[in-house]
């Protein structure tokens, strides 16, 4: 089945640091991927959606400064948070659906990034 | 716009008793509903979706128009299917994003 593949798994840096993660769908491309952020116990909130080949499309109250997306290909999109803060800690999802012939594919998802700033 | 309410957070039932979650949306337009399960330490998964009318380990859900439910129901629980479920909505237009409630954690007591 399709997988989504998401690294890393565990961060834990300084805070000011800019971290990385990425997001790779590994049997099947997605011109379109998601980002999610999930606080301790609570539902999944839609950051923003990666469009492949073009600018990611935020979400109300996301800074797009802050939380830089880039999908530079068909398997792969990249979210990068710049000069993280402590109230940036979170556990960080993507998720991608199969663009292939059936328009119908659910979305499939990444084990996730739990990102601790100190 | 799209919501989906869960309204319970916490739900414990024993062992072979009936399980059922609760899930209500609103939307305009033409939704596609989802239940996606996630057990401990583990990703996200999808469970089972409208448009397929099937029954995945012992869970089913139908897809109520009239009443905007798509409730999660399964007759007899199991230890296994202690975890968090999530419903959610899929909007056929624009960019197809999912809209999530905010979860049940179901506990099933031995």
């Known amino acids: 089945g399709a997988v989504v593949s998401q690294h890393p798994s565990r961060v834990i840096c300084k805070s000011g640091t800019s971290v990385k993660i990425e997001c790779r769908s590994l049997d099947f491309q997605a011109t379109t991927m998601f980002w999610y952020r999930q606080f301790p116990k609570q539902s999944l909130m839609l950051m923003a959606t990666s469009n492949e080949g073009s600018k990611a499309t935020y979400e109300q109250g996301v800074e797009k400064d802050k939380f830089l997306i880039n999908h530079a290909s068909l398997t792969l999109s990249t979210l990068t948070v710049t000069s993280a803060h402590p109230e940036d800690s979170s556990f960080y999802i993507c998720?991608?659906?199969?663009?292939?012939?059936?328009?119908?594919?659910?979305?499939?998802f990444g084990d996730g990034t739990r990102l601790s700033i100190l | 716009a799209q919501r989906v309410t869960q309204p319970e957070k916490l739900l414990s039932v024993f062992k072979g008793a009936p399980v059922e979650l609760k899930c209500n949306y609103s939307y305009s337009g033409s939704p596609e509903l989802f239940w996606y399960v996630q057990y401990s330490r583990q990703r996200l998964q999808l469970l089972l979706r409208?448009?397929s009318r099937e029954s995945i380990k012992g869970f089913t859900a139908d897809l109520n128009k009239g009443e905007t439910s798509f409730h999660l129901k399964k007759p007899f629980a199991q230890e296994e299917d202690s975890a968090m479920y999530y419903c959610a909505l899929r909007a056929q237009e624009g960019n197809n994003r999912l809209a999530f409630g905010k979860g049940n954690q179901v506990v099933v007591i031995p």
């Open positions: 998720s991608a659906r199969d663009q292939g012939p059936n328009r119908n594919q659910p979305q499939h």
């Open positions: 409208h448009i």
